[in-house]
């Protein structure tokens, strides 16, 4: 049966997440107070519903940058709505959430990009009432996938699977600027263009991606670097990650 859905912000992903829910036959209702002119022009083009309380839903779910999720955590405690936390957070970061809510929690984590066609996205869900928030994407092109075991699965798993995407792409930006620096771009990229020909369009994209969410990924790798030490992994791949996504943030297009 549809239900009203709290959505914890509709940023570039969420307000995606936002229209696949509408078109399932739900109502998807986002608070605009504080936020930007471009979060509205993304909620109305998702044909998402204006409110003043978010909380007046049987579900939320919360898709914010990582540094913020507890900060919303705290923003809806107490709730008795199913609150879904579907942000980049590691497992421990997730269960703080979970502790924060205090009510009816899944955890969550997004593979994928925004999902605009079938195929390309899933949402992973953990917990005891993983199950439940997975019926809301039933049929649709954001695939619900549950996983069992820990109650923090899903943020497990999206921490690794980053780790690689993400991580990967920080090294490929501190290569070709550890070239650039040395007064060998050109030859590397004459290189890469015989022996790894994919690696010029990968650092392309990596770079155009870095300048436009760099400052988001940030946290993502501090989080990516916290689950590595907690099982005993070196953090330093990862917090070194984070230093280059914060120099690509600072720099303009044109750098």
């Excluded at 955890?107 to 199950?131: C, F, M, N, Q």
């Excluded at 436009?212 to 689950?227: D, F, S």
């Amino acid at each position: 049966m549809p239900v009203r859905v709290g959505l914890l912000h509709p940023g570039e992903m969420g307000a995606a997440i936002g229209e696949v829910l509408v078109e399932r036959g739900h109502e998807v209702l986002w608070r605009p107070d504080g936020r930007s002119e471009a979060t509205a022009q993304r909620a109305a083009a998702a044909n998402l519903t204006r409110t003043d309380d978010v909380t007046d839903a049987e579900v939320i779910m919360s898709v914010c940058p990582p540094h913020a999720a507890l900060e919303v955590a705290r923003s809806v405690r107490g709730t008795r709505a199913l609150v879904i936390d579907a942000n980049a957070v590691s497992p421990m970061t997730a269960r703080q959430v979970g502790e924060v809510i205090g009510g009816r929690w899944a955890d969550g984590g997004i593979v994928g990009p925004p999902p605009r066609r079938e195929g390309t996205t899933r949402l992973y869900l953990s917990g005891k009432h993983a199950t439940e928030g997975s019926e809301l994407f039933a049929g649709t092109r954001l695939e619900p996938v549950v996983l069992d075991g820990s109650s923090v699965a899903a943020s497990s798993l999206k921490m690794a699977y980053a780790a690689w995407t993400k991580g990967s792409a920080a090294l490929l930006l501190a290569a070709l600027e550890s070239a650039r620096k040395n007064g060998v771009e050109d030859a590397l990229r004459v290189e890469w263009s015989r022996s790894l020909p994919q690696l010029g369009a990968r650092w392309q994209s990596a770079a155009e991606s870095a300048i436009a969410k760099g400052w988001r990924w940030v946290g993502e790798m501090n989080e990516i670097a916290a689950t590595f030490e907690s099982v005993g992994l070196p953090a330093g791949f990862h917090e070194a990650a984070a230093e280059m996504f914060e120099r690509a943030a600072r720099a303009t297009p044109t750098e």
